[in-house]
């Protein structure tokens, strides 16, 4: 698999072809948006493996994302029963499970890795009598916090086009993290753009939160004005996804008709 070297500005791209995607079924993707927000909730309401389950579920969801783009700009209706098809095929369900296991395995070390050398300062914030010194346990988990930030963006690399890879290319999983880590580095730069864009966007849906509450308005309507915000920008963030996997890989498929599927 060949991936392309795209330019500085195709970090922002991909967010405009990820609105171009939303604007062309706007309700099937709030839909998704809807139903991605609320399996994340439920995981959060089972402590610990609600959690795990979720890490491990994340390619499968994130192909489910890619396919309804797909669909989409295609020119495909999507309709209840295709959210689930790409799932039907046995083969790409296996290997998208055992890459979650993977994705599981390597939060958890790099987890594991994070914390391990600032266990003292941890261990110190915790008094004799059992209580918690919370400002000593904040100031110690800052830096496994900033470390685990660092290791997540090498595990982000390896496992950003993998579903894609393993689900439509039957690339084993090994191939696909070593192909989304190269496409990952040289398109760096893209990326970082990406980021920092998505950072800016909802930092700004809550600054202007912060600026309806200090205008006088109550939270509970703040609340009710920010949540269709956020599962539209949430929703216009999952369609972006499919562009920097295109874009990056398309170069595969120079003869593909771009009103037409582009995978079998």
């Given at each position: 698999?060949?991936?392309?070297?795209?330019?500085?500005?195709?970090?922002?791209?991909?967010?405009?072809?990820?609105?171009?995607?939303?604007?062309?079924?706007?309700?099937a993707?709030?839909?998704?948006s809807?139903?991605?927000?609320?399996?994340?909730t439920?995981?959060?309401?089972?402590?610990?493996?609600?959690q795990?389950?979720?890490?491990?579920?994340?390619?499968?969801?994130?192909?489910?994302?890619?396919?309804?783009?797909?669909?989409?700009?295609?020119?495909?209706?999507?309709?209840?029963?295709m959210?689930?098809?790409?799932?039907?095929?046995r083969?790409?369900?296996?290997?998208?499970?055992?890459?979650?296991?993977?994705?599981l395995?390597?939060?958890?070390?790099?987890?594991?890795?994070?914390?391990?050398?600032?266990?003292?300062?941890?261990v110190?914030?915790?008094?004799t009598?059992?209580?918690i010194?919370?400002t000593?346990?904040?100031?110690a988990?800052?830096?496994?916090?900033?470390?685990?930030g660092?290791?997540?963006?090498?595990?982000?690399?390896?496992?950003?086009?993998?579903?894609?890879?393993i689900?439509?290319?039957?690339i084993?999983?090994?191939?696909?993290l070593?192909?989304?880590?190269?496409a990952?580095?040289?398109n760096?730069?893209?990326?970082l753009?990406y980021?920092?864009?998505?950072?800016?966007?909802?930092?700004?849906a809550?600054?202007?939160?912060n600026?309806?509450?200090?205008?006088?308005?109550?939270?509970?309507?703040?609340?009710?004005?920010?949540?269709?915000?956020?599962l539209?920008?949430?929703?216009?963030?999952?369609?972006?996804?499919?562009?920097?996997?295109?874009?990056v890989?398309?170069?595969?498929?120079?003869t593909?008709?771009?009103?037409e599927?582009?995978?079998?």
């Amino acid at each position: 698999m060949q991936a392309a070297t795209l330019p500085f500005s195709s970090g922002w791209r991909w967010i405009q072809d990820g609105l171009d995607i939303f604007k062309r079924q706007p309700l099937a993707m709030l839909f998704w948006s809807l139903m991605t927000g609320l399996i994340i909730t439920v995981a959060y309401l089972i402590p610990l493996f609600g959690q795990m389950a979720l890490i491990a579920a994340m390619p499968i969801l994130t192909f489910i994302t890619l396919n309804s783009s797909r669909n989409i700009i295609a020119g495909k209706q999507m309709m209840p029963g295709m959210w689930l098809a790409p799932l039907r095929d046995r083969e790409a369900r296996r290997s998208l499970m055992r890459l979650g296991m993977a994705y599981l395995i390597c939060c958890l070390l790099g987890g594991f890795l994070a914390t391990l050398p600032f266990m003292n300062e941890l261990v110190a914030a915790v008094r004799t009598d059992g209580s918690i010194d919370e400002t000593a346990l904040l100031q110690a988990i800052r830096s496994p916090f900033i470390t685990f930030g660092v290791l997540y963006l090498l595990i982000s690399a390896l496992f950003w086009h993998a579903p894609a890879l393993i689900g439509w290319h039957r690339i084993k999983l090994i191939q696909a993290l070593f192909y989304s880590m190269v496409a990952c580095w040289r398109n760096k730069w893209p990326f970082l753009l990406y980021g920092v864009s998505w950072g800016a966007i909802f930092l700004a849906a809550q600054l202007l939160a912060n600026m309806l509450v200090g205008l006088g308005l109550g939270t509970g309507v703040v609340q009710l004005i920010l949540t269709p915000v956020n599962l539209v920008l949430a929703a216009i963030l999952y369609c972006s996804f499919y562009p920097t996997y295109m874009s990056v890989f398309g170069v595969n498929y120079p003869t593909q008709d771009p009103t037409e599927t582009p995978f079998a």
